[in-house]
């Protein structure tokens, strides 16, 4: 567990272990001349000592050894799960840097056959295919995928895909005034969904219900993630560093602080009351590694306890491996991230 938690934290574990022994060394030559030892030392001592002990505890993923990169497209933003008919990953890739394009689409991940493809797109018209933010559902025995797509740095639409075994085939394409600069999305069925504009001082949800648009919140800043339990939305504010949970009331949609995450971004569905939300700890350095992959960006996976606004660490990365984490999903005894800028995604086992 020990080497499990630094390697985590990108901490040698040597250097642990060296403190440890420094500590009890010095406590043990202080009592013996009694110099330099005062209670308020050895309280200093015993407490480091304590805090050492207690995050060797914190529960993590096992070492960076066992991480397998996939690759796929360029900047493997979002990740949804499929397992009707399949057991699969959908996986939403844009190039955001200035690199080639060919790659950019919706790519599957087959859990069983452990291969990568890109999925072929069929539009009804043709037009750039630049997919950010998705959600799928089930509903009447088929398959749905909403997938975010900037088809211009000025027109953006939301299309609904009919999800077939090799393909997406386009159902139907939504655009209205209030699809600004949509990030993140989720569905409640096919034809009521919620989304992010994704601004940094004015950014706002929306919501699509048979037809009809309207604005549920607004003034947010930089609202990134969107994820629908049970009967209230969690938002995640990348420059405001907080999760807001939405619900209705009789009269109209309400907002309430959660809970502090610095640099949130996307959510995933972990458990009944439980959500994993990844951020971006330090946004220079995001900023910087969107300019220069050689600057890595530091990341972050929180999983959320819902009813109480705990928070509790899973992952924590400088870079190194991965860097500008945007998604997290679980299943079956791994993580598999996703991230905003580099063609592959990470798949880690939980220890």
């Known amino acids: 567990m020990t080497i499990g938690f630094c390697v985590i934290l990108n901490v040698d574990v040597f250097r642990v272990q ?35 002990l207690t995050i060797l505890t914190f529960p993590v993923f096992s070492q960076r050894l066992d991480f397998e990169k996939i690759d796929v497209g360029p900047g493997p933003e979002d990740i949804v799960l499929d397992t009707l008919g399949a057991e699969r990953l959908l996986i939403s890739c844009a190039e955001r ?4 394009i ?6 599957e991940y087959d859990l069983k056959t452990k291969k990568a493809r890109k999925l072929e797109v069929n539009l009804m018209a043709d037009r750039p295919f630049n997919p950010h933010g998705i959600y799928l559902i089930y509903e009447n025995g088929g398959k ?13 639409e939301i299309i609904r895909f009919r999800v077939l075994t090799n393909s997406l085939a386009e159902e139907k394409s939504f655009r209205d005034k209030l699809v600004k600069h949509p990030n993140d999305i989720y569905a409640a069925n096919k034809n009521e969904f919620y989304f992010t504009n994704d601004r940094p001082f004015c950014g706002s949800i929306t919501k699509y219900d048979q ?22 939305l969690y938002v ?21 602080k959660l809970l502090k995450v610095k640099g949130g971004d996307n959510f995933s569905v972990n458990g009944k009351n439980s959500l994993l939300l990844t951020s971006h700890p330090k946004l220079v350095k995001f900023l910087n590694h969107a300019k220069n992959p050689e600057k890595k960006s530091p990341s972050q996976v929180f999983e959320i306890d819902t009813q109480t606004g705990k928070k509790k660490l899973v992952f924590s990365s400088e870079g190194d491996d991965i860097s500008a984490v945007s998604v997290a999903l679980e299943y079956k005894g791994f993580l598999y991230l996703g991230q905003v800028f580099d063609g592959f995604i990470l798949k880690i086992p939980i220890k």
């Open 97 to 100: 840097r200035k690199g080639p």
């Open 102 to 107: 060919k790659g950019n689409g919706i790519w």
């Open 144 to 156: 749905y995928l909403f997938v975010i797509n900037h088809i211009s740095k000025k027109q953006n």
């Open 236 to 256: 995640s504010t990348t420059i405001s560093n907080k999760v807001f949970q939405i619900y209705k009331t009789k009269s109209a949609y309400k907002r309430k």
């Open 211 to 232: 037809g009809n648009y309207s604005l549920i919140a607004k003034h947010l800043h930089f609202p990134n993630g969107i994820q629908g339990l049970d009967d209230t």
């Open 18 to 52: 060296q403190l440890i022994n420094y500590l009890h060394l010095q406590a043990t030559a202080g009592q013996a001349t009694n110099y330099h030892y005062s209670k308020s030392m050895k309280t200093i001592h015993i407490s480091i000592v304590l805090f050492i």
